[in-house]
C-alpha cells in the first residue's frame, strides 16, 4: 500500500508543477481529467468506463434540455440515471423477489462502481440545472472533469456545474497559500479519520462492530455506549475524509463546498442537516423537497414533502426498510420542530438563555444518537433490542470498560476541543506558522503523504459502501 501511496503523491506533485508552470488553460484541464481518470482506474479499473459514458451521455442530454426544456426530455433523463444507480445499487436487495434464471442472478451480484451515488447526484444537478437555465455551459472537457474529478468522485462532497466549472476556466489558483491552507485541512482530516479508525478497532481488539455483534439482552449503558460510539465513528469518518478531499484539493487550487460543520453542536434537528453531510442535505433541499413543498400551497402537503424528501435520503444509502425508516424518523422529527417552532410562537421564554441552549442541545443530541440504531443495525429485530434497551432502563454492562473508557474519552475530548477552539481568536497563526520555512515544508510534505495514503484506503471509508 504505501507503493502505491508514493505513486499517488508522485502524480498528484507532477500534476500540481505542470499545472503551475502551464499558461495554457485547456492543457490544465486536459491534464486534470486524466489524472481523475488515471486516478478512478486505479481504484476501480471495471467501471471506469460506466463513469465516461454517464459523463458523455448527461452532458449531451444536457445541451439538448437547454435547447428544448420540456419536463417530459427532463424526466427521462432523470429516468435514465436513476434506472443505472438502481441496477448497481437496489437491484441486489430485490434478489430473493427475481426470477432464479442465471441472467437476472448475475444482474443482482454486479459489484457497485465506486462513487456512483455521488457522481450519479452531479449529473441530475446538472440536468435540473439546465432545464432551470443556468448559464454555466461546461465544454465536455470541462463536464467530464466536474463528473470525474479525482478529489470528489469517490464520496464527494457533492458538487454543482456552477461550483466547479468557473473554476476549471480560472487561471491556476495552486499558490503556497492555498498549500498551506490545505494542508491545515489536510491535518485535521487525517486526525478525525484517525480516530475513527481508533472507534474501529476498539480497546483490546473489541471495536464499535464487536459491540453491535452482541447478542442478548442489553443494557441501558451498553445501548447507549455503542451508539455513541458508532455515532463518532461515522462522524470522524466521514466528516474527516471530506475535510481531507477538500484540503487536497485547496492545495491544487480548487475550492470545495463545505461538508459537515460540527453537526453534534446543533441546538435543533433543523440546525442537523444544516450542518451534517451538507452537500447532500442541500440537494435533497433544492432538488426534492422545494421542488415538492411548491406544488400545493397547504401546509400539511409541506410537512409531508419534508417527510418524503428525507425518506429519499435514507434510500439513498441503500434499498433498504432500515435506511427508509431512518429518512422518515429524521422527517418527522424535522416536523415535529417545525410544529414546535409554531406552538412557541410569541409565547415567553421558559428559563434563563443557558439553559434553554443546553436542553435543546442535548434534546437534539440524544434524538440524532439514537437514530443510529436503524442506520446500523443488521435487521430489524436488531434495532428492536438496541432500541428498547436505550428507552427502557435496564441494569448490567457487557461492554468490556476498555471500550466504554474509550468512547466516553474520545466522546469527552471531543466536546471539549470544540470548547477550546471556540475560546481561540478567529484569526490566530496557523498551525505550523512558529516553524521555520524548512520545517514547514517538511511537515507540509509529510501531510500530503498522508493524505494520499488515506486516499489510497478510500474503499476502506464507511461512506464507500454508499
Known sequence: MSQVSLLYA????????????SSSRPFRLWIYLAASWLFYFSLDARFLPLLVLSSVFNYYYGRLIRRQPRVGLLWAGALVNVALLGVFKYLPALRPLLSQSPFWQHVAELALPLGVSFWTFQALSYLFDQYRGDDTRP??????????????????PICRVGDLVPQFRAPFAGSWA?????????WVGVGMITLARMLAAGHGGF?????FALRGTLGTADAWVMLLGYGFQIYFDFAGYSRLVIGVARMLGFQLPENFDRPYLSTSVTSFWQRWHMSLSFWIRDYVFLPLAMSRREVWWRHVSLVISMAVFGLWHSASWLFLLWGVYQGLMLVGHRLWQQLRRGAAPIGPRWLRSGASWLLTFLVIILSWTLFRAEGASHAAGILKAALIPTAGLQLPGGFVLLVLGLVAGYFASQLAVSRVPQRA?????????PARFACYAAIFYLAVFRAAEAQGFIYAQF
Not at 465544454?139 to 464527494?156: D, K, N, Q, W
Not at 492555498?178 to 491545515?184: D, H, L, N, T
Open 429 to 437: 497563526p496557523g498551525l505550523l506558522s512558529w516553524l521555520p520555512m
Open 207 to 211: 471495536g464499535v462492530a464487536d459491540a
Open 178 to 186: 492555498s498549500v498551506r491552507e490545505g494542508a491545515q485541512g489536510v
Open 139 to 156: 465544454s465536455m472537457g470541462e463536464f467530464c472533469l466536474y463528473m470525474g474529478f479525482a478529489p470528489t468522485v469517490m464520496s464527494g
Open 10 to 21: 508522485a502524480a498528484v506533485l507532477v500534476v500540481w508543477m505542470t499545472a503551475r508552470v
